[in-house]
């Protein structure tokens, strides 16, 4: 790598003529990812893109003015200084939020480029055009508000934020709250059926990690083979199977590791005691993010485990 007090003039300017290709490709790929669910962002995204393209031909005019047809190759990764870009752009879906960070911080890395190399440059045309293109960065923020003004009017904002909204409901919180009611309410039975038939707290505990180890992995396995998200936008299969998976495992370890205390009583009402909390959560994240009424959903999951536990129970002691 090369510091960029090193650079020649030449090369400066081909580092800028990479940077504002790429940064223009970057942003033709952030409106061709968030074209399906929000189109008029997507449009903020293509003028962004026209933008920086045109600072490329002004670039690429003055390059072979001054120093011929040939381009060397130089790129952000063989200068020191620069910020490591993580390839969100490769993601999908792409979320807004990460996505205008993003957008964020590579105006400003830009601009810094061009009021350093501005200073360092000695040719005239070439500090004038880089001084010039350093004030147009720094008058990007108002012109990528007013862009989005005119693309992303308040009420697109609202029905793109709900959309982002159902987007992670369908990819994160359906799978996670399936997992999570799998975990806590169907390995209730066969935990406190060994509890109460052992009358042990680590052969309990051992029964309790092996249901919420095999759920998990069943429960992974059937939310990433359901489908491929293509149709029902719901995402990536991985994604969806790992949540999935994890959360079963975590509801149905919360109430088996209490029976690492060695005290069988003792582990027992903590253990009853971390199902009424598991339960809880249940509920609230279905009134949060399900629209379920509060008291609807208690009353569900509540009775709904409760039938698990007391089963669990009736089997352990028969």
């Not at 952000?76 to 993003?102: C, I, N, T």
């Not at 009021?115 to 040719?123: G, I, N, P, T």
């Not at 052992?198 to 095999?214: C, E, H, K, M």
């Not at 971390?274 to 993010?289: D, F, H, K, T």
């Amino acid at each position: 790598m090369k510091n960029f007090s090193d650079l020649s003039e030449e090369e400066v300017l081909a580092l800028a003529i990479s940077l504002e290709e790429e940064d223009s490709r970057i942003y033709a790929n952030f409106a061709h990812g968030l074209q399906e669910n929000y189109p008029d962002t997507a449009k903020l995204f293509r003028a962004m893109a026209a933008e920086e393209s045109g600072h490329r031909h002004r670039l690429l005019t003055l390059f072979r003015t001054r120093f011929g047809n040939h381009i060397p190759l130089i790129r952000r990764q063989d200068v020191k200084g620069f910020v490591e870009r993580k390839p969100l752009w490769m993601s999908r879906p792409l979320g807004l939020e990460k996505v205008r960070e993003q957008a964020e911080v590579m105006e400003a890395e830009t601009k810094r480029f061009y009021m350093r190399a501005a200073l360092q440059s000695q040719d005239a045309s070439v500090r004038q055009l880089l001084g010039d293109l350093a004030a147009e960065e720094r008058r990007h923020e108002a012109k990528a508000e007013r862009l989005e003004a005119k693309y992303v009017p308040h009420d697109v904002r609202e029905r793109e934020r709900e959309a982002e909204r159902r987007l992670f409901v369908l990819q994160i919180i359906q799978p996670g709250l399936a997992g999570l009611m799998d975990g806590s309410v169907s390995t209730l039975a066969p935990l406190f059926a060994a509890a109460f038939a052992t009358r042990g707290s680590w052969p309990t505990f051992l029964v309790g990690l092996a249901a919420a180890i095999g759920a998990g992995i069943s429960m992974g396995f059937a939310e990433a083979l359901s489908d491929n998200g293509s149709l029902t936008g719901r995402g990536s299969p991985l994604l969806r199977g790992f949540v999935c998976g994890a959360m079963t495992t975590a509801g149905g370890l919360g109430h088996a590791l209490p029976y690492l205390i060695p005290d069988f009583w003792t582990a027992t009402t903590i253990a009853a005691t971390v199902v009424l909390v598991e339960l809880g959560i249940i509920a609230w994240v279905r009134n949060r993010y399900m629209d379920t009424p509060l008291v609807s959903a208690a009353f569900q999951v509540v009775v709904g485990g409760l039938l698990v536990f007391a089963t669990g129970i009736l089997i352990g002691m028969s």
